[in-house]
């Protein structure tokens, strides 16, 4: 069962880069790598996703290494709506199915 | 999502009722799906459907039932709650184009089971 690992909470303060990292050991080969974003009492909103490499769109980076075995989200110059739990989405390979990440509490400071 | 609809939005019961949680998109996906979120657990998957003749169980089935009465609805069932089925629980679609995996996400229900 593929399994994923996220920090449970960072900080930051407006203006800075933010990188968060969730390694996965074991995903499917075919599947893209997801991150979603999610307010309180708000269902997860897609932000980026990406296969290998490096996708970039107007509201974050997503990093894959060649090994597919971590994804790295990077927010450029976070403000303090950016504050909220972002969750990696990955393939079981072993199972077909979506493995969501236990996910990161990001809190942005003025 | 407003795509997205789930009603309803908040519900307090007693243990041994059922409860129905339904589901409903505009969108057009084939794809729907059952998450619970709990604090500090991220999102399991419950159940899913890859079409209206498609019932998958995901990571947590036990407890639930699933109805896909049409393209549009998918209903979640709890036919004898419990409190320890008390969490949010997010409806979702997608679409089938390759390994895209963006789903979109319903507003949640959160479920009280006293």
């Known amino acids: 069962l593929a399994k994923t690992t996220q920090p449970i909470s960072m900080d930051s303060y407006e203006g800075q880069e933010v990188n968060i990292t969730c390694s996965h050991n074991?995903?499917?080969?075919?599947?893209?790598i997801t991150w979603y974003q999610q307010f309180p009492s708000q269902g997860p909103r897609f932000i980026i996703q990406?296969?290998?490499t490096k996708v970039t769109n107007e509201v974050a980076s997503l990093f894959i290494p060649a090994d597919r075995k971590s994804s790295t989200l990077s927010l450029p110059r976070v403000s303090l709506s950016d504050t909220a739990v972002y969750y990696c989405?990955?393939?079981?390979?072993?199972?077909?199915?979506?493995?969501f990440g236990t996910g990161t509490r990001l809190q942005v400071f003025p | 999502d407003a795509d997205v609809t789930q009603t309803p939005r908040n519900r307090i019961t007693k243990t041994g009722k059922r409860i129905m949680l339904e589901c409903s998109q505009t969108?057009?996906?084939?794809?729907m799906y059952w998450y619970r979120q709990d604090p500090g657990l991220g999102l399991r998957l419950i159940y899913y459907s890859f079409d209206v003749k498609d019932i998958n169980k995901g990571e947590i089935s036990d407890g639930y039932s699933v109805s896909r009465q049409a393209q549009a609805k998918f209903s979640l069932s709890l036919e004898s709650a419990i409190p320890n089925q008390t969490a949010l629980y997010f409806c979702?679609?997608?679409?089938?184009?390759?390994?895209?995996?963006?789903?979109?996400f319903g507003p949640g229900t959160r479920l009280t089971v006293l």
């Open positions: 989405l990955v393939g079981d390979p072993a199972t077909d199915k979506l493995i």
């Open positions: 074991n995903i499917a080969t075919n599947d893209y």
């Open positions: 969108k057009g996906h084939d794809r």
């Open positions: 979702a679609t997608s679409d089938t184009v390759g390994q895209n995996n963006e789903q979109f």
């Open positions: 990406g296969y290998k």
